[in-house]
């Protein structure tokens, strides 16, 4: 079997949301390793997701809680045989799908993760994950990219927008979310979109135009955009009060850690991606000494 060459990019978000969640989250981990029911099947908006936790560890200095999520993929519909048979894709036991890989660090209110799936959103994932370890469900959880640089909250600089360039391959459209911007959500829907295709789009913006994309659009695009691997290159243009002109680059305003292996398997064994993560989670401490 040929080996393949996966690349890799690790994710950092800040959990944004009250410090009752975190004392909560440990205790609930806790005692599923306690009770041995380190496996669950849960649905969520329609999908069934896999949650296995492994066992709690030390990585730099820090405790750490690993989890792998497997999101349940429906889009296989057949399975084919030399033969010619074809028949549908029965699973008794379990799902399939893609898998997801977490660390989630309480004492740093930080989550680090990836996916060598299909670029649907590492943040929406890692939300529902981080929910099913809440004890008051009126607690709100949210995950936010951790800026390496300042470019990022120089959006609402902006005062007169005039363009927003974008690359992003067509296969992280596949499966958007109700609440993706419509932008995303019409590119989503268009009959042209085929296979793996890279879509490059330089959208000129014109506020005072009905059909325009106002501020708020654009804030959300980028804020939707920024959150997907696929999307490789990410630029707003615009002046702010003065009238002085800024360029903005959003393809390395983030931290993340970058890495590529050689397997001989389609996916990544929990070992290899536990050191993965691991590693990544050493290079951010070390970038934030």
Do not use: W, Y
């Given at each position: 079997m040929n080996k393949l060459k996966k690349n890799i990019t690790v994710r950092f978000y800040s959990i944004e949301t009250n410090d009752s969640f975190f004392a909560g989250l440990v205790s609930n981990y806790e005692a599923m390793?306690?009770?041995g029911n380190l496996t669950r099947i849960i649905s969520i908006r329609n999908k069934k997701h896999l949650i296995k936790a492994s066992d709690e560890n030390f990585y730099s200095g820090l405790k750490v809680y690993p989890i792998t999520?497997?999101?349940?993929?429906n889009t296989w519909q057949t399975k084919a045989t030399i033969d010619g048979k074809i028949n549908p894709i029965e699973v008794n036991q379990g799902i399939i799908g893609d898998p997801y890989f977490f660390l989630i660090v309480p004492e740093s209110k930080i989550v680090v993760g990836f996916t060598t799936g299909p670029s649907v959103s590492i943040k929406s994932v890692g939300k529902s994950l981080l929910e099913q370890f809440r004890n008051d469900r009126a607690t709100s959880i949210d995950l936010e990219l951790i800026p390496k640089e300042k470019e990022f909250s120089r959006l609402t600089e902006i005062n007169d927008y005039s363009s927003l360039h974008f690359k992003i391959s067509s296969s992280s459209l596949t499966d958007?979310?109700?609440n993706a911007p419509q932008l995303i959500r019409d590119l989503s829907s268009a009959p042209y979109l085929e296979g793996n295709m890279q879509l490059s789009l330089d959208l000129a913006i014109d506020e005072h135009n009905d059909i325009g994309l106002s501020k708020e659009n654009v804030i959300e695009i980028v804020n939707y955009l920024s959150n997907h691997?696929?999307?490789?290159?990410?630029?707003v243009k615009g002046k702010n009060e003065d009238g002085s002109s800024i360029n903005l680059d959003f393809s390395n305003a983030f931290f993340n850690y970058k890495t590529d292996i050689t397997t001989r398997h389609k996916y990544i064994g929990e070992k290899t991606a536990h050191e993965i993560l691991k590693d990544?989670?050493?290079?951010?401490?070390?970038a934030n000494l």
């Open positions: 390793q306690n009770i999520v497997i999101r349940e993929r958007v979310s109700d691997d696929d999307c490789t290159v990410l630029k990544a989670l050493k290079n951010f401490i070390t």
